[in-house]
């Protein structure tokens, strides 16, 4: 460990040194005292400063095996984060040796797969273990850190699996929410701030096939990323939204049964994987967030039906962020309980009833005195301190407070995670006995005459980018062609795609009227006001006059096929599958298939592990349409070459 007064000393940059919460002697008094060696080492120690272009220095580079490891554990050990964990009873020592080291690369099986068997037994080969609190084998961790898979078969297969949606990355502390959720297939959720969509994937499997997730997202790019996780996984029961989560628009009542509020956060509890962690975050960051915090989550409340639950969820240490978050929502939201939340095989904490306000040199704020400090508000305070203060009712602060336990807090030291906070709310049954969401009893449209009637409102015009409902002599087409039965579905159609979604996107979010905060009706038949921006699967797309069957909706309907579709032995789909794209003759000559029709087709083969199906385009030649992730999987589990050692 360096000396405090080396890491004071003036290589460390103007603005950071600034922050630095302790005093000590010149570095020229310290290093003195020490050989030589370990003098020309602390000289050193920060050697990976760079400058600017305007000649002020920056933080140095903290990511990848360059790291200046030694340089990071120094200004770890005298950050704000660390005192702020010391100030919370923690033991910082040990601490520091969890939130320094690297996060174990974990990760969820996709669990409606027809080979998911095959994929356990694959990654078991490479050494994974159970997540003992997640059940039935759903989710693994391997012995190796987070990205350093070991170069050959390990990294090759970690790769293949997650892109053709076989397992899904995600830290473990990331898969709580979701799993502490008491879901079932008839629900309708909401996740407010989905993006990547490790959380809105992980439910919309628990509600396969019939429960709906809608996965909002307020950011484009993230909405991509959010829109290519749902499509890699094939899952038919997600809608993809795009609204400030603190805003989210009225669907049509009574509401949504579980609401996922995993809100952003400034990710203190990410040092294992976010090495900057330690040098962004000061305390007047979390209390930054903390208003969006409130303000998300309390839309959410509204938006849940009495029963319902809402899950509320953090990367965050900060108690600002947690716990005073939680504690505002239940002042302004009194029809919501906090429910105790109950979790085996994994360490938990209680989520604590009174904490400290530390300034920006991490330093506890004597109470009373916090009014100085940046970004502050009496919320931030805990309700014992409230109580003190006068802040607030009394009685109110002690029924919350003895409330606040039953949140919980994951530590990185207890389960070799990374950290993170979780609380779960209940919109109590009797609070609301109107049966709907609170943002349905609008005081505004009760305060009509008698004689009044809501004026039914229409939708803006339909752009090349509206979700529709498909037009359905389009369906039937597509539904002959096949011969595939498309009744337990919805359709949806975006442009040239056609999505097949759960019926409960028709029933919940489609064809009911959607009332306005004033009284009035979006008429029903549109997702408006709901801005939709992806309903369900993509399974087929208009290309060149022919509906060709998409790659992902193959895992979903591909034994279903009735039409279209042609059987092929193995020793023909093993020779399509190595490169051999033949004339339309030589096909017929090899498989007696007759005369076919030109574009998209299907062909089946009956395989060591089942039936197959893949497309084919047909045109001059036959030319397989199956992308090169999937065709590595299938030659891996033929015993075949990986495509690029054979090409």
Request: neutral net charge; proline residues 8%.
């Amino acid at each position: 460990m360096l000396p405090k007064a080396v890491i004071q000393g003036s290589d460390l940059p103007e603005k950071r040194r600034a922050k630095t919460p302790w005093k000590g002697t010149s570095p020229v008094e310290t290093t003195a005292s020490y050989p030589s060696a370990c003098a020309r080492t602390m000289q050193g120690i920060f050697s990976s400063w760079r400058k600017t272009k305007r000649g002020a220095r920056q933080r140095p580079s903290v990511r990848g095996e360059t790291d200046a490891e030694d340089e990071r554990r120094a200004y770890a050990e005298q950050s704000t984060l660390t005192a702020l964990v010391s100030h919370l009873g923690q033991d910082t020592a040990a601490w520091l040796e969890s939130a320094l080291s690297p996060l174990p690369e974990t990760f969820r099986i996709s669990l409606h797969r027809s080979d998911r068997a095959w994929t356990v037994d694959q990654i078991r080969a490479l050494g994974a273990q159970p997540i003992p609190w997640m059940p039935d084998e759903t989710a693994f961790t391997m012995p190796f850190a987070r990205g350093k898979a070991p170069e050959g078969l390990p990294q090759r297969m970690m790769a293949l699996l997650h892109e053709t949606g076989r397992i899904t990355r995600q830290e473990t502390a990331s898969m709580l929410p979701v799993q502490t959720l008491d879901v079932h297939g008839e629900m309708l959720a909401l996740d407010m701030c989905a993006a990547p969509g490790s959380k809105a994937t992980q439910l919309a499997e628990k509600l396969h096939p019939n429960g709906v997730v809608v996965a909002n997202e307020p950011v484009s790019g993230r909405v991509n990323m959010l829109v290519s996780n749902r499509s890699r996984l094939s899952l038919s029961n997600v809608v993809v939204t795009q609204h400030d989560g603190r805003h989210f628009a009225r669907l049509p009542p009574p509401g949504f049964d579980v609401v996922v509020a995993d809100v952003p956060c400034t990710g203190t509890a990410t040092t294992r994987k976010n090495r900057d962690v330690w040098w962004d975050w000061t305390p007047k960051e979390s209390r930054k967030m903390f208003k969006m915090q409130v303000d998300i989550t309390l839309r959410g409340a509204s938006l849940l039906v009495p029963g319902g639950v809402l899950v509320y969820s953090t990367c965050s240490i900060d108690p600002v962020e947690n716990e005073a978050v939680v504690a505002e929502v239940l002042r302004r939201c009194p029809y919501l309980e906090l429910v105790p939340i109950v979790l085996d095989d994994i360490v938990l904490h209680d989520g604590l009833a009174d904490w400290p306000l530390l300034n920006e040199q991490g330093e506890m704020v004597t109470s009373g005195h916090e009014e100085h400090l940046p970004f502050f508000s009496t919320s931030h305070l805990s309700p014992l301190q409230r109580k003190l203060q006068n802040e607030g009712s009394v009685d109110e602060e002690t029924r919350i407070a003895e409330q606040l336990p039953h949140c919980k807090r994951l530590w990185h030291t207890d389960n070799n995670t990374g950290g993170f906070f979780i609380a779960q709310f209940k919109h109590r049954l009797e609070a609301t006995p109107e049966g709907v969401g609170r943002t349905y009893l609008s005081k505004r449209a009760t305060r009509h005459s008698p004689d009044w009637s809501p004026t039914r409102k229409q939708p803006p015009k339909a752009t090349p980018n509206t979700v529709l409902a498909a037009d359905p002599e389009v369906v039937e087409h597509v539904a002959s062609l096949y011969g595939v039965d498309m009744s337990p579905y919805s359709v949806w159609q975006r442009g040239k795609r056609l999505n097949l979604a759960p019926p409960m996107v028709h029933t919940r979010l489609f064809e009911p009227e959607s009332p306005t905060n004033k009284g009035d009706v979006w008429q029903g038949n549109t997702f408006h006001p709901i801005r939709v921006v992806h309903a369900g699967l993509p399974a087929f797309t208009l290309k060149k006059s022919s509906w060709r069957s998409r790659q992902e909706s193959l895992y979903v309907l591909g034994d279903t096929f009735t039409d279209n579709v042609f059987e092929i032995d193995a020793g023909v789909f093993i020779r399509l599958l190595r490169g051999w794209a033949p004339l339309v003759d030589a096909f017929d000559e090899a498989t007696g298939c007759g005369s076919l029709p030109q574009g998209a087709f299907l062909l089946r083969s009956l395989l060591p592990w089942g039936k197959e199906t893949i497309s084919v385009w047909i045109g001059a030649r036959v030319t397989l349409m199956i992308d090169e992730n999937e065709q590595n999987i299938l030659r891996h589990k033929l015993g075949l070459p990986w495509r690029d050692e054979e090409e």
